[in-house]
């Protein structure tokens, strides 16, 4: 079954960092432009970010750019996302998503990330 | 950067129809054709349940159609069941660096 798996999600303090990491199984990475959306609580979907196949071309929203960072191994048939000088506001369930499309054709589950002192 | 525009709220009783309604511009929804519509159930992850404004992915029941007049995109979900009942986010490929974008949100109610 393809299945993506996220997880480094956690507790962090304003200004920290996490980094989160997205596993594929049954399919291969290398094929296919990724990406991150998340969802704070209790509140819609937020695109965060997206990567090329290659890696060679990176996309951002305005609201983390600048302190979050994609990438991939695709070696490792894994996705990244390095998130910087954290803020309340990006307390929220992780996605990482497969595109087909420029549609999220298979979701993981999500990984929390909260931020508080 | 702006979401975009869904209504907050809409509602059916089972076996009717209800249609919801996605706004945005012509740099995004009306430029192009690659409007997609997900489907999330509390607790769990976002399902796409239409592609490229009218295509479904396999296994989505044909009671959900997708549809784009304009700068509005609409999803309509025939024969209201149970099961329908879940948030419905709508997404649009932007053209500039922004990529993407989704709509707040619509909670689906099955009176």
């Known amino acids: 079954e393809v299945q993506l798996v996220e997880s480094g999600g956690g507790l962090a303090q304003p200004g920290g960092s996490l980094r989160l990491s997205c596993a594929a199984s049954e399919f291969s990475l290398s094929s296919h432009s990724m990406a991150w959306v998340r969802q704070a609580p209790g509140k819609g979907l937020e695109w965060v970010s997206t990567?090329?196949?290659?890696?060679?071309?990176?996309f951002y929203a305005d609201s983390v750019k600048g302190r979050f960072t994609i990438s991939r191994d695709n070696s490792r048939n894994s996705l990244y996302l390095q998130v910087n000088s954290l803020r309340a506001e990006d307390t929220a369930v992780y996605y990482c998503a497969k595109i087909f499309y420029y549609y999220m054709d298979v979701w993981g589950k999500g990984t929390t990330v909260t931020v508080s002192s | 950067q702006s979401a975009l525009t869904q209504p907050p709220s809409a509602s059916g009783s089972p076996g009717q129809a209800v249609t919801i309604s996605c706004t945005g511009t012509s740099s995004d929804i009306g430029g192009y054709n690659y409007v997609s519509w997900y489907q999330q159930h509390p607790g769990k992850a976002p399902k796409p349940m239409i592609y490229e404004v009218t295509k479904r992915p396999s296994g989505v029941p044909d009671r959900f159609s997708g549809s784009k007049s304009g700068n509005t995109a609409s999803l309509t979900v025939s024969g209201l069941q149970a099961e329908d009942e879940a948030d419905y986010y709508c997404s649009s490929f932007v053209d500039n660096s922004n990529y993407l974008v989704f709509g707040g949100g619509t909670k689906v109610t099955v009176l």
């Open positions: 990567i090329s196949p290659s890696g060679d071309n990176t």
